[in-house]
T-cell receptor, first 108, second 114 residues
Framework: GDSVTQMEGPVTLSEEAFLTINCTYT??????LFWYVQYPGEGLQLLLK?????DKGSNKGFEATYRKETTSFHLEKGSVQVSDSAVYFC???????FGKGTTLSVSS | DAGVIQSPRHEVTEMGQEVTLRCKPI?????LFWYRQTMMRGLELLIY????????DSGMPEDRFSAKMPNASFSTLKIQPSEPRDSAVYFC????????????FGPGTRLTVL
């Protein structure tokens, strides 16, 4: 069945460091791909999405490109901030299949 | 926009009691999803509805769990009887159409079963 594999956390970075969170998927067809973010005590909110191969989703300095050939959708940000500290979820498909989440902690 | 509304925000109950969680989706959205989040299992889809009709309930853990959507503006998730292992945060989400559109999540209900 469809699945998402997300890199294990936690990820601890200093402010202004480069961030990559890996996400790969297994799916039938070409599902939409999403990154969601969850701040402490809150529900998930969409960070970015891509609906077809080679699409790049971007928001708030975060980017991810839908790579069909490598079945990947890695999340990147060039310079993280303390306010980016949260849990990040990669997800795919019709009724979202989520990765297990990656906790990011950014220190000043 | 009020967003997705869930109630209660926190629920503490004793094992064996019935628990009902409520969700009001965003007006105009026709897909509704119930998720459960725990440290051990992460985020799991329990059930989702399209146009008030349950489409996939394969994630519902067992017969103690049931979900209804009597109309487009209201859904319930019921656990009867509740057990300590049901302790989790339960999220409701809605979207315009499953698969391609953003899901909007509610703030969640934190359930503790003693």
């Amino acid at each position: 069945g469809d699945s998402v594999t997300q890199m294990e956390g936690p990820v601890t970075l200093s402010e202004e460091a480069f961030l990559t969170i890996n996400c790969t998927y297994t799916a039938t067809g070409y599902p939409s791909l999403f990154w969601y973010v969850q701040y402490p005590g809150e529900g998930l909110q969409l960070l970015l999405k891509a609906t077809k191969a080679d699409d790049k989703g971007s928001n708030k300095g975060f980017e991810a490109t839908y790579r069909k050939e490598t079945t990947s959708f890695h999340l990147e940000k060039g310079s993280v901030q303390v306010s980016d500290s949260a849990v990040y979820f990669c997800a795919l498909g019709t009724a979202l299949i989520f990765g297990k989440g990656t906790t990011l902690s950014v220190s000043s | 926009d009020a967003g997705v509304i869930q109630s209660p925000r926190h629920e503490v109950t004793e094992m064996g009691q019935e628990v009902t969680l409520r969700c009001k989706p965003i007006s105009g959205h026709n897909s509704l999803f119930w998720y459960r989040q725990t440290m051990m299992r992460g985020l799991e889809l329990l059930i989702y509805f399209n146009n008030n009709v349950p489409i996939d309930d394969s994630g519902m853990p067992e017969d103690r769990f049931s979900a209804k959507m009597p109309n487009a503006s209201f859904s319930t998730l019921k656990i009867q009887p509740s057990e300590p292992r049901d302790s989790a945060v339960y999220f409701c989400a809605s979207s315009l159409r499953d698969g391609y559109n953003e899901q909007f999540f509610g703030p969640g209900t934190r359930l503790t079963v003693l």
